[in-house]
């Protein structure tokens, strides 16, 4: 028998599961409807930013509203939204009626990862918490690692047909949370949250900037960005230069969730404590541009995979890295310091798509000399943000 505690966690991370399956099984197929509605990279990076752009907006709005009615309602409305859009787009037979699903999507999924985490945080012990938050982890890797992969295999009969799949898991998902999964935030534990009204408040990123976290905010700003003006149009690059079909580009995605996951859960730890936070990044940054720049070269699928696998896995490092030298020079609390860095992020892949997709209608390289060029603006701004903080002594006299 499985203790309620336990139940309770695999229920939250299958939630998880379904929600960035779903994304996943989104991404191999956009290309392709695209193409359908004869659209091309601007509309696609506008379809993919746009997700983005609702997350960063309502995550903080949902996460707030749990605190004040419980998590229960949030992440059930989370659910059953996502469904519902998930319904939207396999109907879709207009641009505008997936801009308007996408756009819904993001506004409603924003509120399951959040509520989730705090429904882990009301209901575990400190000793508890660490396993519960990695198996969330783990939850959300497996649907970005086998959701492209699924996507791309189940499109070849339909391209409506993943959209359908995934609103029957978040269906499932729904009655499992409506039958199985208790309240967690008892009544006399219900306030406001005042930190992530913050996150939206743009006098606090101002003041982030001019505090010491402000160089590895703008750091995460300029690797999200750089990483989605490759990724926002990676499907629609695999099937212009290659014309590959939706299995093909679906494994492409699998390869960069499967490496991503292998990185963070191997790489580091051993790489951060070894040679630290600013050197890692450094070289992160480094390293991500010539990995793009070495996407320009293969003529064929298997060479193909090789650079965008080691781009992956650089990121894999790259990222965590920023996030942990942010909250070590943290001044604020770090409630506080992590929604920042997270509305940073956040608006890195808002502009990364859009800037790659208009990008890509002028020519299919210019997103990744585009990307490359962004991250080695990364490289030479952590250079000069190492120096600036070095130690001066004085000179002999």
């Known amino acids: 028998m499985l203790s309620t505690n336990r139940r309770n966690v695999l229920i939250l991370s299958f939630s998880l599961v379904v929600v960035t399956l779903g994304f996943g099984l989104v991404m191999p197929i956009m290309p392709f409807y695209m193409e359908r509605?004869?659209?091309?990279?601007?509309?696609?990076?506008?379809?993919?930013?746009?997700?983005?752009?609702?997350?960063?907006?309502?995550?903080?709005?949902?996460?707030?509203?749990?605190?004040?009615?419980?998590?229960?309602?949030?992440?059930?409305?989370?659910?059953?939204?996502?469904?519902?859009?998930?319904?939207?787009?396999?109907?879709?037979?207009?641009?505008?009626?997936?801009?308007?699903?996408?756009?819904?999507?993001?506004?409603?999924?924003?509120?399951?990862s959040p509520t989730t985490m705090?429904?882990?945080?009301?209901?575990t012990t400190e000793e508890?918490?660490?396993?519960?938050?990695?198996?969330?982890?783990?939850?959300?890797?497996?649907?970005?690692?086998?959701g492209p992969a699924l996507g791309g295999l189940l499109a070849e009969r339909s391209l409506a047909t993943p959209f359908f799949v995934a609103a029957g898991l978040s269906f499932l998902a729904l009655i499992l949370i409506v039958v199985l999964l208790p309240e967690s935030l008892q009544e006399d534990s219900r306030s406001g949250d005042g930190v992530s009204r913050r996150t939206l408040d743009p006098r606090a990123w101002w003041g982030a900037l001019r505090s010491p976290v402000g160089l590895p905010l703008v750091m995460a700003f300029i690797a999200a960005g750089g990483m989605m003006a490759f990724y926002g149009v990676l499907g629609l690059f695999a099937l212009e230069r290659f014309g590959y079909g939706t299995d093909r580009v679906g494994l492409v995605f699998t390869v960069l969730g499967l490496v991503t996951a292998i990185g963070q859960g191997t790489l580091v730890g051993p790489l951060t404590r070894g040679l630290g936070d600013a050197l890692v990044i450094r070289y992160g940054f480094l390293l991500s541009a010539l990995a793009l720049l070495g996407v320009l070269l293969p003529s064929g699928y298997a060479p193909l995979e090789l650079p965008i696998g080691i781009f992956g896995l650089i990121n894999a490092v790259l990222m965590p890295s920023i996030t942990s030298l942010t909250s070590k020079r943290a001044t604020l609390s770090q409630g506080v310091t992590m929604g920042l860095s997270n509305s940073f992020v956040s608006l890195g892949r808002i502009v990364g798509p859009l800037l790659g997709g208009l990008a890509f209608d002028y020519h299919w390289c210019l997103p990744i000399v585009g990307g490359a060029l962004v991250m080695l603006a990364g490289f030479f701004g952590s250079r000069l943000a190492h120096a600036a903080r070095a130690p001066r002594h004085p000179s002999p006299r």
């Open 128 to 146: 508890q918490r660490g396993g519960g938050m990695g198996t969330l982890g783990v939850a959300a890797g497996l649907g970005t690692i086998f």
């Open 37 to 112: 509605f004869g659209a091309g990279g601007t509309e696609l990076g506008l379809l993919v930013a746009s997700y983005a752009v609702m997350r960063l907006i309502f995550g903080p709005i949902w996460g707030s509203l749990s605190d004040r009615v419980g998590r229960k309602p949030i992440l059930l409305i989370g659910v059953l939204g996502y469904g519902i859009t998930m319904v939207g787009f396999g109907l879709a037979t207009r641009l505008w009626v997936m801009f308007a699903a996408r756009i819904l999507a993001g506004v409603l999924s924003a509120a399951t």
């Open 118 to 123: 705090a429904y882990i945080s009301d209901s």
